[in-house]
C-alpha cells in the first residue's frame, strides 16, 4: 500500500487533489477582500461561518455583519423577549469582536417573523451592499429548516440581483449551513488553525446555550475535515450559488409537495368455492 504523506503536507495535497476531481468540493478559500455577512439570529454566523470569518480576519480582510434579528424568541427563555433579545445582541457584538467582524447593522426584526418584513430587510441588505462594496456575500443555505433563514437568504439575493442592475461590481454569494447541514457542498474550508476562535465566538453565545447546545456544531466541523486533513482537524462547509439559482432552489423548496397517488382499492379475498375450476 501507499505511505501515508506527512500529516503536514496532507492539507496541501488534499486541496491539490480536489482540484483535479471535478466532483469534489473546492477547498480553497475565497479570493475575497471585503466580505459581508447576512446573520438572521445571534449565533449563526459563529455557527455556520465561524472558522471562515476568524481565517479570512487573520488574512486581513474586512468582514461586516447584518444581524436581521435580536433572537427574542429564544426558546426556554425566562428574561422575556426584550430581554432576552438585548443580551442576545449584546453577545452577537462580543461573539463579533472575538472573530474579527465588524457590525455594520442590527436591524431588530421580530424573531420568527422576517419573512413579513422582506422589503425592509432586501433594502437593508442591499444598502450594505453598495456601502460597504463586498466582493463576497454569505447567507444561509435555501434549505435551512428555519423560515427566518430562508427569509434572510431570499432577502440577500434579491439585494444582489437589484444590486448588479445599478451597474455595480460582481459580487460572488456564498450560503452557509447552521440549523441544516449542506449535502453537496461546492467549498469545504479546513478551519483548523482557527477552531479556537470559533469556539470562543460560540461561548460568547451564553444566552442562546440555554436552548442547546450550541458546541453541537463542532462535531459537523470535525466531520467536514475528512474532506480537509482526513479526518483530522475541523472544517466549514458552503454552496456557492448565484442569486437567481438561490432564488429557484428557495421556490422550489417552498413549493407544496405533490400528492401521492391513492394506493389501489384492495379487492376481498376469493373463496375455495368461487375459485375459477379450469376445465
Request: one cysteine or more; a negative charge.
Amino acid at each position: 500500500s501507499l505511505p501515508r504523506p506527512p500529516e503536514r503536507a496532507l492539507p496541501a495535497l488534499l486541496e491539490v487533489a480536489a482540484a483535479l476531481d471535478p466532483a469534489a468540493p473546492s477547498l480553497l478559500l475565497p479570493e475575497a477582500r471585503r466580505v459581508l455577512i447576512v446573520v438572521p439570529h445571534p449565533d449563526d454566523e459563529s455557527i455556520g461561518a465561524g472558522g471562515l470569518l476568524a481565517r479570512l480576519a487573520a488574512r486581513g480582510v474586512r468582514i461586516d455583519a447584518v444581524l436581521v434579528t435580536d433572537g427574542e424568541a429564544t426558546i426556554g427563555s425566562r428574561l422575556g423577549g426584550q430581554e432576552t433579545g438585548r443580551r442576545r445582541r449584546a453577545e452577537f457584538v462580543d461573539a463579533c469582536a472575538t472573530l474579527g467582524v465588524g457590525v455594520h447593522a442590527t436591524l431588530t426584526l421580530p424573531d420568527g417573523a422576517v419573512a413579513d418584513h422582506h422589503p425592509t430587510l432586501t433594502t437593508a441588505v442591499a444598502d450594505a451592499v453598495r456601502t460597504l462594496g463586498p466582493d463576497l456575500v454569505l447567507a444561509p443555505w435555501p434549505l435551512e429548516a428555519h423560515p427566518d433563514h430562508r427569509a434572510a437568504l431570499r432577502a440577500s439575493a434579491e439585494a444582489l440581483i437589484g444590486v448588479a442592475h445599478t451597474g455595480s461590481g460582481a459580487v460572488t454569494l456564498w450560503t452557509y449551513e447552521a440549523h441544516t447541514p449542506i449535502p453537496n457542498p461546492s467549498h469545504v474550508i479546513d478551519i483548523t488553525d482557527h477552531v479556537d476562535v470559533k469556539r470562543a465566538a460560540l461561548a460568547a453565545h451564553v444566552t442562546a446555550a440555554g436552548a442547546f447546545d450550541l458546541t453541537a456544531c463542532l462535531a459537523l466541523a470535525r466531520w467536514r475535515s475528512l474532506a480537509t486533513r482526513a479526518g483530522r482537524g475541523e472544517a466549514e462547509a458552503f454552496l456557492a450559488l448565484a442569486p437567481d439559482a438561490a432564488l429557484t432552489l428557495l421556490a422550489a423548496a417552498s413549493a407544496p409537495a405533490a400528492p401521492l397517488a391513492p394506493a389501489p382499492a384492495a379487492q376481498p379475498p376469493v373463496s375455495d368455492s368461487e375459485a375459477e375450476v379450469p376445465a
